[in-house]
Every structure is written in structure tokens, then in C-alpha cells.
């Protein structure tokens, strides 16, 4: 151990320990003469009591310089330090100092009731303190992927005390490897004059995932040339491994067979623990805010830094946005201990299927394979058929969609159908031997994706060859909504369908703004949707029934039933989009008549601050933090607010944050160069901190002289 | 009465005084009549004791009675009126000159007040006072007389007096041994500073001479309180020595010192059966003449 001296310009100070002696030598009061009769009294009184006095004086002398030296050399703030940390501290000389303070999501890993955060704000404000007042330091709070802000380094200390006890723990990763490379900018900065070294003190967790060690090391550039730091890693987990376990991801898919709005809610579980675990309990919480509420708890046995998957099912009570989360019992690092998915569990849609050609013969009926289709235990639609009698006496209003059939024409209904169509509703029209494109033109009055023209027969079905003259799907749109379902091998129910017989249609109007779903492969628009008003129209160009097509004897009829009549009743809009993760932006269209008002985030703070989008009417997001957040839109008509649950998006933990796999000391020192330019503080302190203060020790010697000089004098 | 005596003897003083009678014991001697009772035997008419008869003794006064009853011959004695006579002995030695605080009377300025009052009255009812004055050695004297001039004589004396010389309490003593050879009341005032330890011891020799003794001993409250805290260089008032000591420091055992050799002088009067006045020099005089003359009446009555 030596001594040293944190303020040694302060030692001045103990000049003021020889001021007893001065007063003693040179301010001595000379006395008084006083001529008086009892002297033989005096005399003999001092005789008595000169040598208690001549002792008292000189520890009053002793006391006195004792106070003034302990004080001074308090001021001085004296320490010693061990001789490692004297070989660490290199060279003598004052230092630039770089203070990297972690913020990441894994900081708020508790251990020993703090978190790692607190822990590490502590080494950094005492490696602050530490500093001499000739040294020039500055922080950098690394939270995020951004560059982070990284000034020259002052001797403003109130201001890096401040920036130190503001840091705010984060949600998101952060790059200890950019981070740590801005401070060597810093310290190369040319305003850095006088100093001897630089020195970097990053208080961090030491988390693998924050370092990107395959980049160069930093380098501070100085007058001299590029210079390697002195690094010390300040660890805030003190050496201690970090055992976490968390909710890695949670996959929602529909079961039919657990209900009509029944899902297999899949969630995968990570361990990064070293010994097994059994019978973790895993619970699925269904709803929100005050509606939450467990749906399903369930156990599972996690191996060793392993990952297990489990699936929970669950019937919804009814459709519509939904949210679930699979949430593990909360651990030292909880905020990845649940993942929450918003869901749009499909409504039930009512549909009016019109059945144009009715036929006692069940196959033969045009509505038979629809209706089967749509009557499915798992189809969220019910069907209502009717012939066109009864399309005539039927009220729109009561239903989602309408689905036309071989139906000759609308008539008197047609307008009645523009304004549902016009107001929301769905239209489906299949065409069919008896219809009349002409009617079709004049009753719905462009209400149609395009307009019908003539029936065109690639084949005579039951001719010989005429599986392979038929009309095959092709160019078919594979990311509509209604087909983003088939891939892979279920496209192929898709590509197989042979059509005999469809219908042309007109070139597109000029005001049409139709999409194409497929085309045959003659080019001719197999499937056309169109938006008119807040309703959609698909039109088909052959038939539902045999007599035309093959398509109700593929797979892909009931699911492309189904999710046509989905669609068009508004079902599929946009909900199939993946949870963002924390950091990530994130996209939000507001739907038709609607403007995206405020964002809420799980914290129940109102972001009104939002990026717009560029193309269409929404914003632009960067979830700061994991959770459920809700959009609250305006209608432009009324003006009024109110959250969209059809807009909640779930925000999952970035997943690096969670995996708290540690560093080994000996690569990450390596990477800064070696153990001659780095170190690994395992206590969390700093060298400069491992010190024994002697300051305090002195103020108390000082504050006992003062007391023995009081005591003396009376 | 000059001026001098008109300031010693302080009118306030003397006003309070005017109603008293000042009476010694009958023992004193006297040869005025007056209030007093002399211890000299004569032809009184108050028959004081018989003594046997010795060749010189006056026939006239032999008691035939008592040698008809004892067959051995008697004279009778008796008590005659008679004055006080007193010796006032004023220390007037260096240590005298002491006065703690400006605008108080000097140990010496003290005793002469108090000398001169009691000069005053005794020789206003006709008694007979006396003044010795020593300071090393016996400086002034006068013999004590009745006569109205007396008072201007003391006054003139003790007015003309300085501080200065040791206090040798001895050669008072001796001087006394000498010239008062009949009974007589001794007041002395002194502050006793002698440094003769037997100093005492002389002055309750007065008392074996059959004189009545009283001491009184003066004090400035300075010496008394000791109100020193800062170094100071203490002056001998009397010889050239000094001492430096810090008041604060000493004060404790200079009080114990003092305190406890006025206890072995009150001791040692007790015992001598002198009387011993402790006087204060902020003391008012009728406050230390008043209660001194009031034991004297009460004695002698």
C-alpha cells in the first residue's frame, strides 16, 4: 500500500498546521504588569501548578496543530492504494477519462435486490468521484442501437453527475461496440490537451450479445498517433453468472377443431440456466388492461440453456381483436418473462348466398358446394340461401355479404345493392349460364370490377382432351390478403383448377381501380376485386358448380370461400401482420374515413408526436418498450376519439437483450488489446477506487482535537 | 477640623454614629471620668474586692471587719470611672498602597478613614486615642490624649502619610510593649502582608499585656477574588521580586493559599481571644464601624 493524494495541490493547506507555532513565537501577548501585594500567594500558587500547566500547554499546542493538519490534509484527500492498482493505473500523469454507463434491457437484471443499472451508475459516479481535479472525463450512456451522444470530456463534473444519475433504464439492446468506439473518438478529440493517458471505464453486464468483437477495437486518435486506451470494465454483476429464463416467441393459429374462434396459441420458452427445470409454470392471459384475465395455465420442463415449446389452446368467445399473452413467473430479468400477440379473431359473417339456378338435385344446385363450403364447423360464416324470389324480399342491411350465383341480373335490387356495397357490404358474383351481361351493366351501374362482355368456352367438358384444353389459373396474386394463405404445396389447389367455361370481360374502366386476383392463362381475369365506397366487390368469371369449372372439387375451394367471404365482410384487413420487436419502426395505416390520433404504449403514456407516412395516411412508430400498444384514431367526419382494438399491436423484448450469456474476461480483454491496456474490475470498482480513504479518518481526528482542545481549555 | 479630616472622617459615616455610645470594658484604663469603667482601684464609692493587706498599702483603706472575722488585715478595693484609651496602629507599609480598580480607596486611604472616625469619637465622649504608624519600623506616633486637638494632630498624621516600606507587624508590636504600659485598647489595621509567620503570634502577645486587641484586617477585593485571566506579570509592592503567570492558571491555588492563612489567622486571634474584623475595601465604613462599635457597647455594658 502507498499513499497518495487525490487533490495533492490541496497540501498547501497543511502550511496552516504551523499557525499554533506562529501565534506561539510571534503573537505572544506580552503581559501585563501589575504590582500586588499578595505575591508570596501567587507565587507559591504557581509554584503548585506549573508543571499540570506546562503539560496542558503543550497538548494544547499538540492539539491545535493536530486539528489544522487533519484538516488540511483531509482536504487533500489522502488514500492508499494497492500496489495493483499502481501497476494498473500506469504511468503517473493525469488522464482523459471516458465513462461508457450501460442502459440496456438486460440492466434491469436484479441481483441482490439493485439492479445491474443501479449497481453500475454507483461504479461510475465513484470512478467520478475518483478523478483528480486535473482530469477531464465525460459520459456516454449507451441504450440503443443509434450512435450515442458523446461529448469531448470536461471538467464540468456537476454536469457528467447529472448525466451518470439521469441515465434512464432502457428497453432496448445496446452496442457496447459503437458505444465504447464514440468515447475513443472523444478522447481523441483535439480540445483534449495536457493529459498524459486516456482511459475508458465502461460499467456494463458483460452480456455476450452487447459486443460485436469481430469489429476492430477502439482506437483514440492522438497528436502523437492512433493510441490504444487503458480499459477497465467496470462489472456490475461482479463476476456472478446471470441464470434467465424468458418467453422467446408466441405463434397463434386457428383450430377448428377447439371451436369456431378456436386457436393453438404456441409459445417457445428459453432457459439460459445451467441446471434443468421442471414443471416451469406457464400461463395464457387472454384480454388487456382491467379485462385481463388467465385462460389457461399449464407446466413444462425446460432443459438446461435449452428451449421448449408448448401449445395452449383456447376458443375465444367471440371474434373480433383479441390479445394474448403466454407469461412465464417473473424472474430476475422479468421484463421478457411474457409475450403478448394481438390477434383479429374472425367474426361471424353473415351472407345472403343467391342462388340463381336452383335444382331439386342437391349436386346440381349452383349454391350446394358454396353453401357446404361456408358451413364448415370452423367457418366463421352462416349462410343464408335464397333464389332470386327471395333476393327480391330480402333485406340487405341484415347481412355482411351477398353472394350472387348464376343470377341473370339484380334487378330492381341493383341500386339497393350499390349503396350496400357503397356503405361496407360485401358483393360476390359468380357468373353462370342464365347471366345477361347486358342487365348486369344497366342495373348495377358500374358497380362491378369490370364489366361483363361474353362467355368464352376453352373446352367442351366431357370431350376428349378436354382436361388438357381447359383454362388453367395463372398469374395468380399471391399476397392478396384472401390468398396470402396458400403457400407452398397448397398453392398447387390452387394452380390445378380447370375451367371450361368463363367469362370475358371488358377492358378495365377508366375509374375502376380494379385489382386482379388470377387470370387464366389466356390472360383473362379469373378473379377482379374492386373497392367501391367502404364495401368490396370480388367478381368470379365462371361458375360455383360443376357445370363450368372443377374449382368446388380442389382444397382450395373452402378455404378460398371462406376468406373471400372474410374479406369482403372486412375480416382479413391487415391482421396478419408479425409483433414488432422494441426499437424497431413500425408502420400504422389508418383505415378508410380515420387518422391515427395517439399512440399508447404499455406504460399508459399518449405519444401525439408521430411520424407520418410518407405514401398513405398513417404513422410511423419505434415502440420504446415490450408490451400491448393501442392506437387511438380520429374520424375525420365527427372529429371524436376512441382506440381502434383492430390496430393494437404487441411489442416483443428484443431477444439479444435476454440471452445474458456472459463474456470470459480474457476475450473481451484481448480484444482492447491485451492485459496491458485492459482489465476486468470484477468487484465493480474502479482502480482507482480501490483504495482505502483516509480522508474521513482524518475529519474525525480533527473533530477529537477539537473537542480535546475545548476540554483543555476549561 | 481641617479640610484633610473634614475628608477623612465622611459626614454620612459620623451621622449614623452620632446616637451610639462608645463603652469599652471596665477593665480599660482611663483617667477621664466618662462612660467607660476603669480597671485602676481608688476611692470609688463601688467596692471591687479585698486584697491583703501590704507595707505601702493606705491605712484608711484596711477593713477592720474582715480582721475582726479573720484575724488577718484586709483593704479594700474599688472601682473607679474612668476613659478609654486606645492606640490606633496604621500599617502604612507598600503593600498598603494597593487598590484593585481606580476610584477605590487604597488599603492605606481605608485604615486612615477608619482610624479617623474612630479618633473622632473617642475623643468626643472624652477619650483618650492614640496613633502608631509603622511601615518597617514605627514611623509616627502619638500618645493618646482626650483633648480635642488630638483628633487634628491623628488626622494631620495619618493625611500626611504614603505607602511605602515593609510590613514588620514586630516593630508596632514592640513599640506598643514599650509605651503602653497601662491597659489599653489596640486597634490595628494592617492587611498583615508580613511575611514573619509569627506575626500574629506578636499581636496576640498585646493581648497577654492585658490590652484589648482588635485586627483590622483589609483586603481589596482584588486580593480577596483574584480577577485575573490573562498573563501578567505580578510586581512585589514591597521589594523587587515579580512573578509571570497566566491569572486563569493560578487563581485556583492562590484562592485555596489565602483562604486558608486567613483561616489560621482567625484561628489564632480566636484563640487569643483578639478580635479579628475582615474589611473588604468596597465595603462601606459604617458597615465595618457600626457592628464593631456595637460589640464594644454591648461588652462594656
Keep these: ?582 426499437g424497431s419502426p413500425r408502420s400504422i395505416i389508418a383505415p378508410a374515413g380515420l387518422r391515427i390520433a395517439a399512440i399508447l404504449g404499455p406504460d399508459g403514456r399518449e405519444r401525439r408526436d408521430l411520424a407520418p407516412l410518407a405514401a398513405k395516411e398513417g404513422v410511423v412508430v419505434t415502440p420504446d418498450r415490450p408490451g400491448l400498444w393501442q392506437v387511438m384514431v380520429r374520424d375525420l367526419a365527427t372529429g371524436g376519439e376512441k382506440l381502434d382494438p383492430a390496430l393494437a399491436f404487441a411489442v416483443w423484448p428484443d431477444p439479444r437483450e435476454s440471452d445474458t450469456r456472459r463474456l470470459e474476461s480474457a476475450e473481451l480483454t484481448a480484444w482492447f488489446g491485451g492485459e496491458a491496456h485492459a482489465r476486468v474490475a470484477a468487484d465493480g470498482q474502479a482502480p482507482e477506487a480501490r483504495e482505502l480513504p483516509l480522508w474521513s479518518w482524518l475529519l474525525l481526528l480533527a473533530v477529537a482535537a477539537f473537542l480535546a482542545e475545548g476540554l483543555l481549555l476549561v | 477640623m481641617t479640610l484633610a479630616g473634614k475628608r477623612l472622617l465622611d459626614p454620612e459615616v459620623l451621622a449614623r454614629l452620632a446616637g451610639l455610645r462608645l463603652r469599652v470594658r471596665a477593665t480599660a484604663e482611663g483617667v477621664l471620668s466618662g462612660l467607660h469603667r476603669s480597671p485602676h482601684h481608688g476611692q470609688s464609692v463601688e467596692f471591687s474586692e479585698h486584697k491583703e493587706y501590704a507595707p505601702g498599702d493606705e491605712l484608711r483603706h484596711v477593713d477592720w471587719k474582715a480582721w475582726g472575722k479573720f484575724d488577718k488585715y484586709y483593704v479594700k478595693r474599688f472601682e473607679q470611672e474612668t476613659n478609654l484609651r486606645a492606640w490606633l496602629v496604621v500599617d502604612a507599609s507598600g503593600s498598603m498602597g494597593y487598590r484593585g480598580a481606580e476610584g477605590r480607596l487604597t488599603k492605606l486611604g481605608y485604615a486612615c478613614t477608619l482610624a479617623g472616625t474612630l479618633a473622632h469619637l473617642m475623643v468626643r465622649q472624652q477619650d483618650a486615642a492614640g496613633l502608631a504608624v509603622f511601615a518597617g519600623r514605627v514611623t509616627n506616633a502619638l500618645t493618646p490624649r482626650a483633648e480635642p486637638s488630638q483628633v487634628n494632630a491623628i488626622l494631620e498624621t495619618l493625611e500626611a502619610l504614603t505607602p511605602g516600606g515593609e510590613t514588620r507587624i514586630e516593630a508596632a508590636v514592640e513599640f506598643l510593649a514599650e509605651r503602653a504600659r497601662r491597659r489599653s485598647a489596640v486597634m490595628v489595621f494592617s492587611d498583615l502582608l508580613d511575611r514573619d509567620e509569627r506575626m500574629i503570634r506578636m499581636v496576640a502577645d498585646l493581648r497577654r499585656r492585658r490590652h484589648e486587641v482588635t485586627v483590622f484586617h483589609l483586603l481589596d477585593p482584588a486580593e480577596l477574588d483574584f480577577p485575573f485571566d490573562d498573563p501578567t506579570l505580578f510586581l512585589s509592592m514591597e521589594d523587587a521580586r515579580s512573578v509571570e503567570a497566566r491569572g486563569r492558571d493560578v487563581r485556583r491555588g492562590y484562592l485555596e493559599l489565602l483562604g486558608k492563612w486567613m483561616d489560621g489567622l482567625r484561628r489564632t486571634c480566636g484563640e487569643s481571644d483578639v478580635e479579628y474584623v475582615l474589611v473588604r475595601t468596597d465595603q462601606p465604613l459604617d458597615e465595618v464601624l457600626v457592628p464593631f462599635l456595637a460589640r464594644r457597647e454591648r461588652s462594656a455594658a
Design chain 1, 1 to 582: 500500500m502507498s499513499l497518495s493524494f487525490l487533490h495533492p495541490a490541496l497540501l498547501w493547506g497543511l502550511a496552516a498546521a504551523a499557525i499554533p507555532l506562529a501565534i506561539h513565537l510571534f503573537y505572544r501577548r506580552r503581559p501585563r504588569a501589575v504590582p500586588f501585594p499578595a505575591i508570596d500567594f501567587v507565587m507559591q500558587a504557581r509554584r503548585e501548578t506549573e508543571r499540570r500547566l506546562k503539560l496542558r500547554r503543550v497538548l494544547l499546542f499538540v492539539a491545535r496543530t493536530a486539528l489544522l493538519a487533519a484538516a488540511a490534509l483531509a482536504i487533500a484527500r489522502p488514500r492508499f492504494l494497492a500496489p495493483e492498482v499502481q501497476a494498473a493505473q500506469g504511468p503517473a500523469g493525469p488522464a482523459a477519462t471516458a465513462i461508457v454507463l450501460d442502459t440496456s434491457a438486460s440492466m434491469a437484471y436484479r441481483l441482490g435486490g439493485k439492479t445491474l443499472l443501479d449497481r453500475a451508475r454507483e461504479d461510475a459516479l465513484e470512478a467520478l468521484r475518483s478523478l483528480g481535479p486535473g482530469e477531464p472525463a465525460t459520459v456516454v450512456v449507451c441504450g440503443g442501437d443509434g450512435p450515442p451522444r458523446a461529448d469531448p470530456p470536461t471538467f464540468d463534473r456537476v454536469e457528467l453527475r447529472r448525466r451518470i444519475a439521469e441515465a434512464e433504464q432502457t428497453h432496448l439492446r445496446s452496442d457496447l461496440t459503437t458505444c465504447v468506439g464514440a468515447a475513443a473518438r472523444a478522447l481523441g478529440d483535439p480540445a483534449v490537451t495536457g493529459v498524459a493517458r486516456r482511459r475508458l471505464l465502461v460499467a456494463t453486464d458483460l452480456t455476450a450479445t452487447a459486443w460485436r468483437l469481430d469489429s476492430p477495437a477502439p482506437v483514440v486518435s492522438t497528436p502523437a498517433g492512433p493510441e490504444r486506451p487503458e480499459v477497465t470494465l467496470l462489472d456490475a454483476a461482479r463476476g456472478e453468472k446471470l441464470p434467465n429464463r424468458w418467453v422467446a416467441a408466441l405463434v397463434a393459429e386457428k383450430e377448428p377443431a377447439v371451436g369456431s374462434h378456436g386457436y393453438r396459441i404456441t409459445a417457445t420458452v428459453s432457459g439460459q440456466e445451467a441446471a434443468a427445470a421442471s414443471d416451469v409454470p406457464l400461463s395464457l392471459r387472454v384480454g388487456a388492461g382491467k379485462d385481463e384475465r388467465t385462460a389457461v395455465r399449464a407446466l413444462l420442463d425446460l432443459p438446461a440453456s435449452g428451449i421448449v415449446k408448448k401449445s395452449l389452446a383456447h376458443d375465444f368467445a367471440s371474434g373480433g381483436p383479441a390479445v394474448v399473452t403466454a407469461a412465464l413467473p417473473p424472474d430476475a430479468l422479468p421484463e421478457d418473462d411474457a409475450l403478448s400477440l394481438a390477434l383479429d379473431v374472425p367474426r361471424e359473417v353473415k351472407a345472403l348466398v343467391v342462388n340463381g339456378a336452383p335444382s331439386a338435385v342437391r349436386h346440381r344446385d349452383v349454391a350446394f358446394f358454396l353453401e357446404a363450403a361456408l358451413s364448415g364447423p370452423s367457418s366463421p360464416v352462416r349462410p343464408t340461401v335464397v333464389d332470386a324470389e327471395g333476393f327480391g324480399k330480402a333485406r340487405l342491411s341484415d347481412f355482411d355479404v351477398v353472394m350472387l350465383l348464376d343470377l341473370r341480373s339484380p334487378g330492381a335490387k341493383g341500386a339497393e345493392l350499390a349503396s350496400f356495397v357503397e356503405g361496407g357490404g360485401g358483393l360476390f358474383v359468380a357468373m353462370g349460364d342464365d347471366v345477361d351481361p347486358d342487365r348486369y351493366e344497366a342495373e348495377m351501374k358500374g358497380l362491378l370490377p369490370a364489366p361483363l362482355h361474353v362467355v368464352k368456352t376453352a373446352a367442351e367438358r366431357g370431350a376428349p382432351g378436354a382436361s388438357e384444353k381447359a383454362a388453367r389459373l395463372a398469374e395468380i396474386d399471391w399476397d392478396h390478403p384472401i390468398l396470402r394463405v396458400f403457400t407452398g404445396p397448397a398453392r398447387e389447389g390452387l394452380e390445378s383448377v380447370r375451367t371450361y367455361r368463363y367469362m370475358l370481360f371488358k377492358p378495365d374502366r377508366k375509374e375502376g381501380g380494379a385489382r386482379v386476383m388470377a387470370r387464366y392463362d389466356d390472360g383473362a381475369p379469373a378473379l377482379v376485386e374492386a373497392r367501391r365506397g367502404r364495401g368490396r366487390v370480388v367478381l368470379y368469371a365462371s361458375t360455383l358448380d360443376p357445370d363450368w369449372s372443377d374449382w368446388t372439387i380442389r382444397t382450395s375451394f373452402l378455404p378460398a370461400m371462406q376468406r373471400i367471404a372474410a374479406w369482403l365482410a372486412g375480416g382479413l384487413d391487415g391482421r396478419s401482420e408479425a409483433p414488432s420487436v422494441v
